[in-house]
């Protein structure tokens, strides 16, 4: 047979690609039939390295104690390993088929509106009806998992107010006594200029700058945290429009100019734009008197506990955490934005029932607890923050004092892209490709661009 | 050339039709494949570069057509005048010159010298070559940082500050890195070349008295031109993709110092969430890609 | 004659710098593998150690990640090798009216970067069911290496003659017989580097997999080398520094030993001949 080769080849082919096919699509059917009647709930959160928080609250234990209790219910931790960015991809593209989606999912409160816009999430109000211990979530915190149509759409699970990161030692050598405090911006500057000229291998002042590896913590950390202080916002909810070309911003890139160019405390470039900026400032330098003074959130006291990334012994003793001042002190004086992670359930799951008591199980004060001492984050319930070992943790008193003047960030689904133009904002002024002005004129028509002109305004 | 040789020695009409099947037959797996797994999805592509496609926020709840809209946004951004011509600089130093030029040197030099010699240089730079990128990146990371193994050699050599190379050089480190990374394979190709040229042209010259400046420059780099050509346009192609090594290295950044296609399409389908609008800066890509192989088989007479 | 010597080891000489270059950049992962306090800094080790590729190893999801990455990465090299043979026969041998146009499609195709497709990708994976299914994936990967395979494969061809071939003809081979005896064994280098070639490409994909696969214990290792680099939790090096070692190692062996037969595998200069 001379056409021997053709036929088989063909023949060979089509029944391989044919039987493959068939193998990778059965694969997944029996996988999800649900034959022992056991439903499987998939957990799916950012994993953040070794000592892990989720990992180390939903031990193997916690899960077992779970499922002798609910039988008939089975919990898998699904952790996704990968930059932020990369993890909120690849959960959007999961949760669009009920074949891939995992049942709970743990959503930044910035993207929780874009995502329940986008019919990913089920709204949870009729579950939280019937779960008495609703109430002992504080309410201030709930809006946090609510979408831009007022549904509840997800269950906090932390919150977080930010601050200034002071090296005492740092602080003292540079003139100050250790109860050192901002007053307003000034105060900031004149203390990290001091630093510079006593201890010139110090850091005297670090922020998150670097839009490609800082992300979201550009934008609210460092931005947001100036923009609040100056008494103006990112968005007005009243009016539902954005604030641009306006005297706040202006300013709050220029302390920032000030900060990383024109008195140059701020930390060399390539520690600035590093993709590990923040575990090199409070893993090592800041707690290594190698930095003065570090503007970010209170949840880095997850680092330097027992069992976290850099334990720190006696850390009050070494650092302090200082309320964020406003612009030039205005009452009352400080301000913080404020954040956090929440729970929700994906709407193309199949097992909410049982997602649900999983994420009732999550959350119990006990869980939620555990959850701020491993983290450093704020609680979310009004019985924790109550609880003695709760308060004994370090700073915490400053930290939810902060709470009482917080902001949250826009509940618009656009926010996530004016984020990323905030963002670019202010890498352009701390790298000095661009002054405060400019950077201003180019956020003007990105953010024209992201949400129409008629959207946007010039506030006060 | 050798194909046309063959037809000519098959002679009558039902070898031919036997020659049709038999061509159909062995295409067929690798064609099926190409249609199903890769022209099927750049379909997609490029209906999806007509629509707001976005993985989150109203748009991926209501998929619209939106015509032209994301290539006139395109054509009108500034980034992407500025990614194209990093693209170009990225391409055009990194491969076109870099690689070609170090692979041929490197070819070159490596004729006739001793064989366990050759083996150990071989392996050394293919071992850059076969690394996962994302390690490559990451030792670059480290060679480049502030401690790292190139500051402490220019620290201690020439008593200066460290260099902050990634933010205050990031093209040039890019480039550097991907010159490392890829003369391998332009150094492979090039020995093979090398290897087949026949001893006795070259010998001939030196018995005619001619420098060995003059036998490289007019006899051997004459005898691979065609390989020269070949593999610069393999590189281009090769290189107009890279996305992690510069992703992983810079990010694009500072600014947008090393934003080039692929690091441009990224940000703004996965991380800005605009997928539709990404999906049309990928196929600016595809032209620049047909248009350089085009122009590479006009100017430098490359055979496909 | 001593003019001639001394040129001679100044190559020599040049050709060992350029080793030094390109070995330098590697350093720091081969010392801080070894360094019990290793730093993003180069540094001598204090003193060795084999913990950081012992803590690498105990972990049994990276094992068995690296098992997958080696299975998939191994059969995509496989058949992209076996496809693409088939494939460049008939255009290497037959003078085809579609030859031009489709293989200037396929060396355009080259240059597509992975993220452009993938959503798509993803969607047609959802809709055929095909989602989480690692021999989908591969499917998938071998199919995005055919373009550049069966490129080289027939570029390669090109310079295996036909006589040798054809005299098999004569002794009453069949077409089939003729590539299995004659042609595959000549072409054993061109096999061998487009295995490589597919191989090491396949086994440092993040992307593909990361997007396509949903549970973390399919995850091959390209995937879980990101656990390494977490972005709140502090940046073992030691660890990360022994991962990439290993993770390099595969590839390394795998050229080591079929460099003989590599040497002739780029040719890509037969039109000139």
Known sequence: MKLGITKRILAITSISIASVLLLAGCGNKSASDKKDKTTTVKIAWRYTGKNDSMERLYTDKWIADFEKKNPGIKVKLDPIKATEGDYFSKLDLAMKSSETTPDIVNEDSFILPSDAKAGYLEPLDSYLNDWDEWSNFTEALKSGGQGSDGKQYGIPGTTDSRGIWTNLAVIKKAGYSEDWAPKNWQDIIDAAVKIKKTQPDVIPFAASVSATNGGESVAMQTFEQLLYGTGESLYNEKTKKWNVDSKGIESSLEFIDTIMNKKKVGPSLSVAMSANFGSVIYQDKLPNNQAGLGMDGNWNTGNWVKGGAAPLDNVEKVLNFNLMPTQDGKKPGYVTMSGGWTWAMPKNSKNHKAAFKVLKAMNTKEMCLKRALYEGTLTVRNDVAKDSEYLKKPFIKTATTALQNAYFRPKSDLYPKVSIAIQQMVEAVATASKTPKEASAKYTTDVQGIVGKENTETQK | ?304 | MRQKNSIKIAQYIVLGIIAVLFLVPLLWMLFSSVDPHAIQSIQMPSRLTLDNFKAVISDKSILRSFGIGLLMSGFQAIFVVLICVLAAYPLSRYRLPFKRPFMLTILFLTSLPMTAVIVPVYQMFLYLKFQNSLIATTIFLISTSLPYGIWMMKNFMDSVPIDLEESAWMDGATVGQGIRKVVTPLMLPGIFTVGIFTFTGSWGNFFVPFILISSPEKLPASVTIFQFFGNNGLVNYGHLAAFSVLYTLPVVVLYAFSQAYMSKGFSFGGALK
């Open chain 2, 1 to 304: 050339m050798n194909s046309s040789e063959t037809i000519g020695r098959i002679p009558n009409r039902s070898k031919k039709r036997n020659q049709i099947k038999r061509t159909f037959g062995l295409l067929a797996p690798g064609v099926l494949l190409l249609l199903v797994f890769f022209i099927t999805p750049m379909v997609l592509t490029v209906i999806f570069s007509f629509t707001n496609l976005s993985l989150t926020g109203d748009a991926a709840a209501n998929l619209k057509f939106v015509g032209f809209q994301n290539f006139v946004t395109m054509f009108k951004d500034p980034e992407l005048a500025n990614s194209i011509w990093k693209t170009i600089i990225f391409v055009v130093f990194s491969a076109v010159i870099g690689q070609c030029f170090f692979g041929f040197l490197i070819a070159l030099l490596m004729r006739g010298k001793n064989k366990t010699f050759r083996r150990v240089v071989g392996l050394i730079i293919i071992a850059a070559w076969v690394t996962p990128e994302v390690v490559v990146s990451f030792c670059w990371v480290a060679f480049l940082s502030d401690g790292g193994t190139l500051n402490k050699i220019l620290v201690s050599l020439l008593n200066i500050k460290p260099i902050a190379w990634l933010y205050s050089f990031p093209m040039i480190s890019v480039v550097i890195a991907n010159i490392w990374r890829g003369t391998a394979f332009s150094m492979m190709v090039f020995q093979t070349a090398l290897d087949d040229i026949p001893a006795e042209i070259e010998e001939a010259a030196v018995i005619d008295g001619a420098s060995r400046w003059q036998i490289t420059t007019r006899i051997t780099i004459p005898m691979v031109r065609g390989t020269i050509a070949t593999n610069i346009m393999l590189v281009t192609l090769q290189t107009l993709g890279v996305f992690t090594l510069i992703y992983t290295m810079t990010g694009g950044g500072p600014g947008n110092a090393t934003s080039t296609l692929p690091v441009f399409m990224y940000k703004q389908a996965f991380v800005s969430y605009q997928l539709g609008y990404g999906t049309a800066i990928s196929l600016v890509l595809l032209v620049i890609g047909a248009v350089a192989s085009l122009l590479y088989m006009k100017v430098l007479k490359v055979k496909v």
